[in-house]
Protein backbone atom coordinates (compact mmCIF):
# COMPACT_ATOMS: atom_id res chain seq x y z
CA UNK A 1 0.00 0.00 0.00
CA UNK A 2 1.41 3.25 -1.14
CA UNK A 3 1.50 6.21 1.78
CA UNK A 4 2.81 9.62 2.13
CA UNK A 5 2.71 11.04 5.38
CA UNK A 6 3.33 14.83 6.04
CA UNK A 7 4.97 16.08 8.90
CA UNK A 8 6.70 19.06 10.09
CA UNK A 9 3.83 21.71 10.37
CA UNK A 10 3.34 24.41 12.96
CA UNK A 11 2.51 28.17 14.36
CA UNK A 12 5.66 30.10 13.48
CA UNK A 13 6.07 34.16 13.64
CA UNK A 14 6.78 35.90 10.49
CA UNK A 15 10.54 35.39 9.59
CA UNK A 16 10.58 32.16 10.85
CA UNK A 17 11.21 28.92 9.48
CA UNK A 18 9.71 25.00 9.46
CA UNK A 19 10.92 21.82 7.59
CA UNK A 20 8.10 19.78 6.39
CA UNK A 21 8.66 15.91 5.80
CA UNK A 22 7.14 13.53 3.54
CA UNK A 23 7.81 9.96 4.09
CA UNK A 24 7.11 7.66 1.32
CA UNK A 25 6.21 4.13 2.62
CA UNK A 26 4.86 1.73 -0.23
CA UNK A 27 7.36 3.42 -3.60
CA UNK A 28 10.65 4.43 -3.60
CA UNK A 29 10.50 8.28 -3.80
CA UNK A 30 14.12 8.49 -5.57
CA UNK A 31 12.25 7.11 -8.85
CA UNK A 32 8.78 9.55 -8.79
CA UNK A 33 8.58 13.34 -9.23
CA UNK A 34 7.59 14.88 -5.75
CA UNK A 35 5.77 17.90 -5.89
CA UNK A 36 4.69 20.35 -2.69
CA UNK A 37 1.62 21.81 -3.15
CA UNK A 38 -0.45 24.10 -0.80
CA UNK A 39 -3.96 24.95 -0.36
CA UNK A 40 -5.04 28.30 1.83
CA UNK A 41 -8.65 28.62 2.78
CA UNK A 42 -10.73 30.16 0.09
CA UNK A 43 -8.00 29.71 -2.31
CA UNK A 44 -6.92 26.82 -4.64
CA UNK A 45 -4.49 24.95 -4.57
CA UNK A 46 -1.02 26.01 -5.79
CA UNK A 47 2.32 24.29 -6.96
CA UNK A 48 5.12 25.45 -4.15
CA UNK A 49 8.43 22.91 -5.02
CA UNK A 50 9.41 20.10 -7.08
CA UNK A 51 11.68 17.76 -7.20
CA UNK A 52 12.13 15.39 -10.11
CA UNK A 53 13.00 11.62 -10.44
CA UNK A 54 16.93 11.91 -11.06
CA UNK A 55 18.45 13.15 -12.56
CA UNK A 56 15.57 16.01 -12.99
CA UNK A 57 16.16 19.10 -11.42
CA UNK A 58 14.02 21.15 -8.78
CA UNK A 59 11.86 23.67 -9.26
CA UNK A 60 10.05 26.54 -7.40
CA UNK A 61 6.41 28.99 -7.55
CA UNK A 62 7.78 32.43 -7.93
CA UNK A 63 6.44 33.07 -4.83
CA UNK A 64 8.91 30.01 -2.85
CA UNK A 65 11.85 31.01 -5.35
CA UNK A 66 14.99 32.06 -2.74
CA UNK A 67 12.78 31.26 0.61
CA UNK A 68 11.96 27.63 -0.44
CA UNK A 69 14.23 24.82 -0.60
CA UNK A 70 13.37 21.34 -1.59
CA UNK A 71 15.19 18.17 -1.04
CA UNK A 72 15.32 14.63 -1.07
CA UNK A 73 17.45 11.62 1.14
CA UNK A 74 16.43 8.22 -1.18
CA UNK A 75 18.30 6.72 2.04
CA UNK A 76 15.24 7.33 4.08
CA UNK A 77 12.92 7.98 1.15
CA UNK A 78 11.84 11.39 2.58
CA UNK A 79 11.45 14.55 0.77
CA UNK A 80 12.09 17.59 2.97
CA UNK A 81 10.41 21.56 2.06
CA UNK A 82 12.95 23.56 4.12
CA UNK A 83 10.72 27.06 4.37
CA UNK A 84 12.48 30.60 5.59
CA UNK A 85 11.68 34.12 5.65
CA UNK A 86 8.14 32.65 5.89
CA UNK A 87 5.16 35.56 5.64
CA UNK A 88 1.73 35.26 6.64
CA UNK A 89 1.22 34.66 3.26
CA UNK A 90 2.50 31.15 3.33
CA UNK A 91 -0.20 30.55 5.67
CA UNK A 92 -1.99 26.95 4.37
CA UNK A 93 -1.97 23.48 4.45
CA UNK A 94 0.76 21.73 2.36
CA UNK A 95 1.00 18.24 0.98
CA UNK A 96 3.08 16.19 -0.97
CA UNK A 97 2.31 14.14 -4.00
CA UNK A 98 4.03 11.97 -6.25
CA UNK A 99 3.65 10.49 -9.85
CA UNK A 100 6.13 8.49 -12.04
CA UNK A 101 8.06 10.06 -14.70
CA UNK A 102 9.51 13.64 -15.25
CA UNK A 103 6.08 15.70 -14.41
CA UNK A 104 7.30 18.69 -12.64
CA UNK A 105 5.79 20.99 -14.81
CA UNK A 106 2.30 18.98 -14.35
CA UNK A 107 -0.65 19.80 -12.28
CA UNK A 108 -2.43 18.10 -9.26
CA UNK A 109 -4.19 15.46 -11.73
CA UNK A 110 -0.51 14.39 -12.93
CA UNK A 111 0.08 13.12 -9.30
CA UNK A 112 -1.20 9.71 -8.54
CA UNK A 113 0.00 9.65 -4.61
CA UNK A 114 -1.53 12.08 -2.27
CA UNK A 115 -0.78 13.04 1.54
CA UNK A 116 -2.79 14.07 3.92
CA UNK A 117 -1.40 17.17 4.41
CA UNK A 118 0.27 19.37 7.15
CA UNK A 119 -1.53 22.82 8.66
CA UNK A 120 1.32 25.80 8.46
CA UNK A 121 0.17 29.22 10.03
CA UNK A 122 2.50 32.24 9.86
CA UNK A 123 1.45 34.99 12.26
CA UNK A 124 2.40 36.87 15.12
Known amino acids: QVQLVESGGGLVQPGGSLRLSCVGSGLALASYSTKWFRQAPGKEREGVAC????????NYADFAEGRFTISRDSAKNVVYLQMNSLKPEDTAVYSC?????????????????WGQGTQVAVSS
Open 97 to 113: AAGFGYICAGSSSDFDY
Open 51 to 58: ISRPPGPT
